[in-house]
């Protein structure tokens, strides 16, 4: 099973910006639609962001359009996501995981990865 592992979480200000990876273990990742999801203390984990296999479609949650980009680089087996203008209640763990389906927000599978930390202070 490919692995996930994200990177690039840590401590902003409000206002302030962080690029977010999820690294995948091969090359099979890049034949799947991906998401980001957050989980912030005591909160429900939360889909953030989607991207079909390719990279030329996306969609986010109302709480990030505007704000944030997912991306990636299947060169690389790796998925972004650029969050700008970050606010405190962006505050949470953040995880990458392969899409049920392209336009959903259910991930394909229930394990999960190690997350990065993402603390906005104000």
């Known amino acids: 099973q490919v692995q996930l592992i994200e990177s690039g979480g840590g401590l902003a200000h409000a206002g302030g910006s962080l690029r977010l990876s999820c690294a995948a273990s091969?090359?099979?990742?890049?034949?799947?639609?991906m998401g980001w999801f957050r989980q912030g203390s005591g909160k429900e984990r939360e889909f953030v962001a989607g991207?079909?296999?390719?990279?030329?479609?996306?969609y986010y949650a109302d709480a990030v359009k505007g704000r944030a980009t997912i991306s990636r680089d299947n060169a690389k087996n790796t998925m972004y996501l650029q969050m700008n203008m970050l606010k405190p209640e962006d505050t949470a763990v953040y995880y990458c995981?392969?899409?049920?389906?392209?336009?959903?927000?259910?991930?394909?599978?229930?394990?999960w990865g190690p997350g990065t930390q993402v603390t906005i202070s104000s």
């Open positions: 091969d090359h099979t990742a890049n034949a799947y639609s």
């Open positions: 995981n392969f899409l049920l389906q392209f336009g959903g927000n259910v991930p394909r599978h229930g394990g």
């Open positions: 991207i079909n296999w390719i990279g030329d479609s996306t």
